[in-house]
């Protein structure tokens, strides 16, 4: 009796520090949220624009979160002018879950917030939001300030969805980023925001990763050098990286005057 009350005993405890410690890993690694309101026209615009601006990046600095990312589609981009992007870089878990409540109670918030909050059906500020619940890589475990400098009306933020047909090929994609393709960016100077993978949205199995440039130009001058690259002519004829992305979904992306980044 007494040998089966120390071996469940021995149980728990296992059990315990091993879920400690998977938490403990996974602290040390970002969660983001990337958030995409679909607006339809300029006033929807201007009252996204004005909520993020006044209420929520500022509630959000005061809840620990230092920097956020505010972006729009370039010119060029066939959704210019009806998509606003929020890049929100979390510390863990546990401060992207108690955001909600600690806004609820954030009266500075919800006064500068109240022409948002409390917008009329008839009049919304957005068609919808989509959101996607992502956390860094291993190989780039917090997020990194562009040094990109220039106007910001001439800056180029690149995301990128990297889709697999199956689970276990979007595996081997992260593996490939984590055992030297980020390097490639970063030896290139591609600027890179975050490389993360996703958790929930509505593409996956997917990756996601953002570079920033400070010109069209330099855009894609960077992706010709990485194209002739020799550490990636070497990586992508690696037999266990082949077929890791059926689909490459592009942003063009510039940031916003009261973007952090």
């Known amino acids: 009796m007494k040998s089966s009350k120390l071996l469940s005993i021995l149980t728990l405890l296992i059990t315990f520090f091993l ?4 938490y403990a890993q996974s602290s040390k690694r970002d969660i983001y949220e990337l958030r995409t309101y679909h607006i339809e026209n300029k006033d929807q615009e201007n009252q996204v624009d004005n909520y ?31 998509k606003i992007y929020v890049f929100i870089p979390y510390k ?3 401060q992207y879950l108690a955001l909600p409540s600690k806004l609820e109670k954030d009266n500075t918030y919800l006064e500068a917030g109240n022409p948002y909050i409390y917008a009329s059906h008839k009049n919304p500020p957005y068609k919808r939001i989509e959101t996607a619940l992502l956390q860094a ?8 300030e562009s040094s990109v400098t ?8 690149e995301l990128r969805s990297y889709e697999a047909a199956t689970e276990r090929l979007y595996r081997q994609k992260v593996k490939m980023f984590n055992e030297g ?14 490389f993360a993978e996703t958790l929930a949205g509505a593409q996956m199995p997917n990756l996601m990763y953002m570079t920033s ?3 069209m130009e330099s855009r894609d001058a960077h992706w010709k050098a990485f194209g002739s690259d020799p550490d990636w002519d070497r990586m992508k004829v690696m037999e266990e990286y082949q077929n890791t ?13 009261y973007s952090d980044l």
């Open 19 to 22: 879920v400690f410690d998977l």
């Open 245 to 257: 992305v059926s689909r490459n979904d592009t942003r063009l992306l510039y940031p916003t005057d």
């Open 213 to 215: 440039f400070p010109n």
């Open 137 to 144: 890589f291993s190989g780039m475990p917090r997020f990194k």
């Open 92 to 94: 863990s878990m546990k």
């Open 150 to 157: 220039g106007p910001k009306k001439d800056q180029v933020y």
């Open 52 to 82: 993020l601006r006044n209420a929520l990046l500022p509630a959000l600095h005061r809840n620990g979160v230092g920097k956020v990312g505010v972006f729009k589609p370039i010119s060029s981009q066939p959704d210019a002018g009806k």
């Open 181 to 194: 393709e980020t390097d490639i960016f970063f030896k290139l100077d591609f600027n890179p925001v975050f």
